[in-house]
């Protein structure tokens, strides 16, 4: 077990033995042992351990075990309690959900606050295997079946290549104690009906199933990244930036071999789902104007381009976007905006009608929006020379 793990922290040239790692324990086994590893190889590091206060006793146990581990093994340990089940109830999100967003939300200040070079976590080959399952059961891309990263700076995780079995013979091995969570063995979360009742299926039709997932993990992480690098590639020809909006060729995404999959890439950042992704490559076609929302997005199909906007918040009436073909709009209050092209020849001489607005037809960049007005827009009124300001 030390041999593998020291040979994790080489191939990823990790230099351990330098600036302190903090290691997230919770006192279970897993952690235990990534704790050992990290004493016998001598490398420095401090302990974190998380008192999320939803077992009772059971919970303030773990905690006085890591610190009095830490306190026998002389390093330094930081213990920070949560109500976690107060921070689920006011954000309205799963217990699991905020514990996850406590705990790397505190991580993060540690690591900034006393310099720590690493996050170290306690996965193993077993966690990856069912982040995998979970991703094919809820739907996933590519990167969905490539499993948990092993080095994502500026987290380490350096038991992911050992098996649950390899960590349990060694803490035997090693005569090293651990805390047992009385919840890993109940089937309430759905990654524990995986490991109790899949995982050991599919381990009993292939003995070297972690073996095997870590090498077909491996070469599905190779692909998606040489996949990145082409769809990087092909994002700089059929997408540009003007400010927070966003461009995308309706010809070249329809070049494309697999459209949806190449739009996808782009959306997805944005909150669209492949579903949505479909409907909008579908509707390339159609006429301009018609709208995709994701939760803060907005994509207009316009006639040669897909438009990418956020959302403008807070607004007082829904936001309208006019193409280079509308002739007209309703607006609120069942107000009406007609839009027209004219050529002023030899020279241009305005209607003086304030319901009446001109404006250079080669200057605009369509899909203009009509909005409610917003702090700090501004006009520069006909006879004016300077800017006036809502």
């Known amino acids: 077990m030390l041999t593998s793990f020291l040979t994790f922290v080489n191939e990823h040239r990790l230099h351990l033995d330098g600036t302190p790692s ?44 890591v610190i009095q581990w830490a306190q026998t093994a002389g390093v330094p340990y930081h213990v920070q309690r949560f109500d976690t089940q107060q921070v689920a109830d006011d954000q309205h999100i799963s217990i699991q959900m905020a514990a996850r967003d406590l705990r790397y939300a505190w991580f993060h200040e540690l690591l900034n606050n006393f ?32 499993g948990i990263a092993p080095v994502r700076p500026p987290v380490i995780r350096p038991l ?31 990654r524990n009906v995986l490991r109790h009742r ?37 994002k700089t020809k059929a997408v540009r930036h003007e400010g927070d909006t966003l461009y995308i060729s309706i010809e070249i995404l329809r070049q494309a071999s697999e459209p949806t999959y190449h739009l996808h890439a782009v959306l997805e950042p944005f909150g669209y789902s492949y579903a949505q992704t479909q409907d909008i ?32 918040q807070p607004a007082a009436t829904t936001s309208i976007f006019i193409t280079e073909s509308t002739n007209r709009i309703t607006l609120p209050e069942n107000k009406v905006l ?11 001489d305005p209607i ?15 899909p203009l929006m009509v909005r409610p007005w917003q702090h ?7 006879g004016m020379n300077r800017k006036r300001k809502k």
């Open 22 to 65: 903090l290691l997230a324990v919770s006192g279970g086994i897993d952690s235990m042992v990534m704790a050992e590893l990290f004493r016998q190889a001598g490398f420095p590091f401090a302990l974190a351990h998380c008192n999320f206060g939803l077992r009772g006793e059971e919970s303030d146990g773990d905690e006085q075990f």
């Open 281 to 312: 490559v579908a509707a390339l076609d159609s006429i301009s104007g018609k709208q995709f929302h994701s939760q803060g997005y907005t994509v207009l199909k316009d006639r040669t381009e897909l438009v990418v906007s956020p959302k403008i």
């Open 198 to 234: 899949v995982l050991p299926v599919l381990q009993e039709l292939n003995p070297s199933l972690e073996a095997t997932f870590q090498q077909t993990s491996e070469r599905l992480r190779a692909a998606s990244a040489v996949l990145d690098t082409f769809l990087t590639s092909w």
């Open 160 to 190: 992911l290549y050992t098996s649950k079995k390899d960590i349990l013979d060694f803490a035997h091995r090693e005569n090293i104690a651990w805390r047992e969570d009385s919840s890993n063995a109940t089937d309430h979360y759905r």
């Open 352 to 366: 003086t009608d304030k319901q009446t607005a001109y404006f250079d037809a080669a200057l605009l960049r369509y």
């Open 115 to 146: 310099n720590y070079a690493h996050l170290a976590l306690a996965h193993h080959a077993d966690d990856s295997i069912e982040t995998v399952l979970l991703n094919l059961v809820r739907g996933t891309g590519l990167a969905g079946l490539t």
């Open 376 to 382: 700090g827009d501004w006009f520069c009124p006909f």
């Open 338 to 348: 007609d839009i027209s092209h004219h050529t002023f020849e030899p020279a241009f």
